[in-house]
């Protein structure tokens, strides 16, 4: 008989970040990351970059990675006081669903410290904003722009996408850089 050659299968993730600071530097969620040999970050004007992995945490499901900023620099996001959005609030969130890139949708704020089973630091907000596979690492952004939550998971059929609150972000981002 003959051997058939065994061939390596590469895994090809898609997931979405913003960008915090004009050095390149990149929040995402852990497991968009997790096990990557080589990431590369594709800006809304088109735009590819390669990126290295800074530090994630398995735990929050939070990464942050780098790109080398190029000379005409580039615009980040900034943050809000999580602890200050409402259940009602309107709020966008921002990602590549399905590949989709750059897709932005639409919801309110359902619920705050949602607790989703996910791990010891269950504590999510909660909308009814769209939130697909490709949207994990995006941002979640209140009406004045600035990032509310990190989206990170989806309630599938159901209608109801879960975000990491910024200030718990903030905080695990600042120890991951």
Known sequence: PREIPQREMKRR????????????????????????EDIEVRT??????????????????LAVIKIAPPEDGLQTMTWADSDRIR?????????NPFGLNHTVTRG??????????SGPYDD???TDAPINPGNSGGPLIDMSGAVVGINTAVATGK?????????????VIAQLR
């Open 108 to 117: 309110i704020i359902s619920a705050k410290g949602r607790v989703i089973g």
């Open 13 to 36: 993730s898609l997931g979405s970040g913003f960008i915090i600071d004009r050095s390149g530097i990149i929040v995402t969620n852990n497991h968009i990351v997790s096990g990557a």
């Open 44 to 61: 809304a004007d088109g735009r590819s970059f390669p990126a290295e992995v800074l530090g994630r945490d398995a735990k929050t499901d």
């Open 124 to 126: 999510f907000l909660q």
């Open 87 to 95: 259940v009602g609030d309107w709020v966008l969130a921002i990602g």
């Open 159 to 171: 209608g109801l996408g879960f975000a990491i609150p910024a200030n718990q972000a903030k905080a």
